[in-house]
């Protein structure tokens, strides 16, 4: 449990640091549209890299400074298939003062790194807010149930793996238990929250008193909201990790 709270917490201080890191080069780039120079470049190679069994292209390029000065610089955008191909004409942005730190003129080449990293960055943030916002409408739910809800008695059924969800190479366990509605005669089945360890052994110790009363049925209080059912939660209060 501790291991799930402090990962959705890092999910999403990881998200705030990756989108800050994206928006300060967002900014860097804008300032160096704000100065920049053109010029006409020409692609002179492509530059390979693998990765993963995979090749990527990034191009050379050389272009000249109004002064007459040739600068060649190799682009940061790695594509496949190329961007570009060898001979090819470009547009060059580079700053004035400084012609080395040059760009060619194209979204990838402009904006990728900023895109990319917001991407990455909003898919952490979006996930750890999710899990967090989450917990607390599950919190104000149980917190609700308590105050007003109507405890029943609901047949234990068994404890599963949820092997559907996963943290840090580690899946929770459920509880299930079973309860007939005597105004309906509607079965409902009912699960716990997830439980970050397993809690076989303790279930079996507490509910160990009740097979000599009846025999084969051990239960389980939950709370139900009152004429809906299927607003519940399993109370689990007497597990300790």
Do not use: C
């Given at each position: 449990m501790?291991?799930?709270?402090?990962t959705k917490y890092?999910?999403?201080l990881?998200?705030?640091?990756?989108?800050?890191?994206?928006?300060?080069?967002?900014?860097?780039?804008?300032?160096?549209?704000?100065?920049?120079v053109?010029?006409e470049?020409?692609?002179?190679?492509?530059?390979?890299?693998?990765?993963?069994?995979?090749?990527?292209?990034?191009?050379?390029?050389?272009?000249?400074?109004?002064?007459?000065?040739?600068?060649?610089?190799?682009?940061?955008?790695?594509?496949?298939?190329?961007?570009?191909?060898?001979?090819?004409k470009?547009?060059?942005?580079?700053?004035?003062n400084a012609?080395?730190?040059?760009?060619?003129n194209?979204?990838?080449?402009?904006?990728?790194?900023?895109?990319?990293?917001?991407?990455?960055?909003?898919?952490?943030?979006?996930?750890?807010?999710s899990?967090?916002?989450?917990?607390l409408?599950?919190?104000?739910?149980?917190k609700?149930?308590?105050?007003?809800?109507?405890?029943?008695e609901?047949?234990?059924?068994?404890?599963?793996?949820?092997?559907?969800?996963?943290?840090?190479?580690q899946?929770?366990?459920?509880?299930?238990?079973?309860?007939?509605?005597?105004?309906t005669?509607?079965?409902?089945?009912?699960?716990?929250?997830?439980?970050?360890?397993?809690?076989s052994?303790?279930?079996?110790?507490?509910?160990?008193?009740?097979?000599?009363?009846?025999?084969?049925?051990?239960?389980?209080?939950?709370?139900i909201?009152k004429g809906?059912?299927?607003?519940?939660?399993?109370?689990?209060?007497?597990?300790?990790?």
């Amino acid at each position: 449990m501790k291991k799930f709270i402090i990962t959705k917490y890092a999910l999403l201080l990881i998200g705030i640091a990756l989108l800050f890191g994206a928006f300060l080069i967002y900014q860097n780039t804008l300032r160096f549209l704000e100065t920049a120079v053109t010029s006409e470049g020409t692609v002179i190679e492509l530059i390979r890299s693998t990765s993963n069994d995979s090749n990527t292209f990034a191009p050379v390029v050389e272009f000249e400074t109004p002064n007459g000065r040739s600068i060649v610089f190799k682009s940061n955008s790695y594509r496949y298939p190329p961007a570009y191909m060898p001979g090819e004409k470009v547009e060059v942005l580079f700053a004035k003062n400084a012609p080395n730190d040059a760009r060619i003129n194209g979204f990838f080449s402009l904006w990728g790194p900023e895109a990319i990293l917001g991407l990455i960055g909003a898919g952490f943030f979006l996930f750890g807010f999710s899990m967090i916002a989450f917990g607390l409408l599950k919190g104000n739910k149980i917190k609700y149930l308590q105050e007003h809800g109507i405890p029943i008695e609901a047949t234990f059924e068994s404890v599963r793996l949820n092997s559907s969800f996963e943290v840090n190479g580690q899946s929770p366990y459920n509880i299930f238990a079973k309860w007939t509605d005597p105004s309906t005669s509607h079965l409902h089945t009912f699960k716990s929250d997830n439980i970050w360890f397993d809690p076989s052994f303790q279930l079996n110790q507490q509910l160990a008193g009740q097979v000599s009363e009846q025999v084969d049925k051990r239960y389980l209080t939950v709370l139900i909201e009152k004429g809906n059912p299927k607003k519940y939660h399993v109370d689990i209060s007497f597990l300790t990790e």
